[in-house]
């Protein structure tokens, strides 16, 4: 079954970097899209970044443009997110996502999403 697994996540302090992983597993990278998304405490989620299957194509929303980058690695089925320059407000669980798709559009709506990890926790402290 598939399977997506976050990693990298923890607490640093405000200006600091972090890199996430997502390890996936059960689905043929080829044909489907991932990304990014992230909840904040009593926010709504969010689409952070997605990546077209072949990785060539890649959206990041307006708001983190320049500080948050996303990228893959299909022969090791590894998604990436890296942030720099990260601000309190980026405090949030980061979650991964994977949906059948060539595109990655899809993979930055979270209606379209077909799968979840189980989230990782960035904590920004100031």
């Known amino acids: 079954q598939v399977q997506l697994v976050e990693s990298g996540g923890g607490s640093v302090q405000a200006g600091g970097s972090l890199r996430l992983s997502c390890a996936a597993s059960g689905f043929t990278s080829s044909t489907y899209c991932m990304g990014w998304f992230r909840q904040a405490p009593g926010k709504e989620r969010e689409g952070v970044a997605a990546?077209?299957?072949?990785?060539?194509?890649?959206g990041i929303a307006d708001s983190l443009k320049g500080r948050f980058t996303i990228s893959q690695d299909n022969a090791k089925n590894t998604l990436y997110l890296q942030m720099t320059s990260l601000k309190p407000e980026d405090t949030a669980i980061y979650y991964c996502a994977a949906t059948y798709s060539v595109s990655w559009t899809p993979c930055a709506r979270d209606s379209s999403v077909d799968y979840w990890g189980k989230g990782t926790l960035v904590n920004i402290s100031s």
């Open positions: 990546i077209s299957s072949d990785g060539s194509t890649t």
